[in-house]
Nanobody
Framework: QVQLVESGGGLVQAGASLRLSCAAS????????MGWFRQAPGKEREFVAT????????SYADSVKGRFTISRDNAKNTVYLQMNSLKPEDTAVYYC??????????????WGQGTQVTVSS
């Protein structure tokens, strides 16, 4: 079992930055790929970014490429999502997940409870 707790969400204006954190506990964190997903009201959950367990590989959704950066610190059992140049359309609940490297929800076995990000125009 892996327990995941996200933090760092909030209300910001368009163009601002936020850094989300996801702290993991339980099973060995470093053996899992980690992903970030988001779900806006009335929309399906969508892939944002993923990072392999040794951080050798990363992948991003086209909508966030060049603005968001995923990273991890295996010594701290934490994965981060640095979000720059935020847009109102980035407003969503952001979830971190642990599992296999990929962009599908089904690639991941464990999920956090989510943290709200709201970007005002």
């Amino acid at each position: 079992q892996v327990q995941l707790v996200e933090s760092g969400g909030g209300l910001v204006q368009a163009g601002a930055s936020l850094r989300l954190s996801c702290a993991a506990s339980g099973r060995t964190f470093s053996s899992n790929a980690m992903g970030w997903f988001r779900q806006a009201p009335g929309k399906e959950r969508e892939f944002v970014a993923t990072i392999s367990w040794l951080a050798w590989r990363t992948s991003y959704a086209d909508s966030v490429k060049g603005r968001f950066t995923i990273s991890r610190d295996n010594a701290k059992n934490t994965v981060y999502l640095q979000m720059n140049s935020l847009k109102p359309e980035d407003t969503a609940v952001y979830y971190c997940a642990a599992g296999s490297y990929g962009s599908r929800s089904s690639d991941y076995d464990y999920w956090g409870q989510g943290t709200q990000v709201t970007v005002s125009s």
